[in-house]
């Protein structure tokens, strides 16, 4: 089983400033790890996501997320925040598995990100 | 390279009555999943399809069904509809390699359903 806890429903920014949105998981088996962005009235763009090798992530827009085991998280960040990074923000967890079946994503209850000018 | 489309954008319908959504997967897909989103939420996993059988399914009655056609492409389908069925459908494609493994899902831009 899987599960994903997404820290903060609402985050709000000022332009320039550090973003932060933090993403726990669960899962009995070795977790693949998403970040989507949904823009309003629109579906989910992948951000980035974590398979396996590197644990530190780069995806589009200058996000990051790191991968940390030990305290089952992945958190996403940027350096400095833009006007147009408001969004809805998902984590989601999937499961590496053998066959020949890809498995269903998981996901948090999202974090909306507001950017103050 | 053509990305996932849906249809309809939005659908009016009123409890008791039956809907089919439409998916056409990215071009060299050949997965399909189907989430709910409902309002304020996370999506919902509702089922998968690989080589046009189900491939896992979520906490869904037997109401919620689902194709999948030999171009990859896919219908969801639900019957009985109840006013709970108000969210955006959601559906995914993703590329499932001979010999397993997961694959990163790409989604379409939804199917917002409203039941009266």
């Known amino acids: 089983a899987q599960s994903v806890t997404q820290l903060g429903s609402h985050v709000s920014v000022s332009e320039g400033a550090l973003v932060l949105l933090r993403c726990n998981y669960s899962s009995s088996v070795p977790p693949y790890l998403f970040w989507y962005v949904q823009y309003p009235n629109q579906g989910l763009q992948l951000l980035l996501k974590y398979t396996t090798g590197a644990t530190l992530v780069k995806g589009i827009n200058g996000f990051e997320a790191e991968f940390k085991k030990s305290e089952t998280s992945f958190h996403l960040t940027k350096p400095s925040a833009h006007m147009s990074d408001a969004a809805e923000y998902f984590c989601?967890?999937?499961?590496?598995?053998?066959?020949?079946?890809?498995?269903?994503?998981?996901f948090g209850k999202g974090t909306l990100l507001t950017v103050n000018p | 390279e053509t990305g996932v489309t849906q249809s309809p954008t939005h659908l009016i319908k009123t409890r008791g009555q039956q809907v089919t959504l439409r998916c056409s997967s990215q071009s060299g897909h050949n997965t399909v999943s189907w989430y709910q989103q409902a309002l304020g939420q996370g999506p919902q996993f509702i089922f998968q399809y690989y080589r046009e059988e189900e491939n896992g399914r979520g906490n869904f009655p037997p109401r919620f069904s689902g194709l999948q056609f030999p171009n990859y492409s896919s219908e969801l389908n639900v019957n009985a509809l109840e006013l709970d069925d108000s969210a955006l459908y959601l559906c995914a494609s993703s590329l499932v390699r001979h010999g397993g493994g997961t694959d990163t899902q790409y989604f379409g831009p939804g199917t917002r359903l409203t039941v009266l």
């Open positions: 989601a967890v999937s499961g590496s598995n053998s066959g020949g079946s890809n498995y269903k994503l998981t």
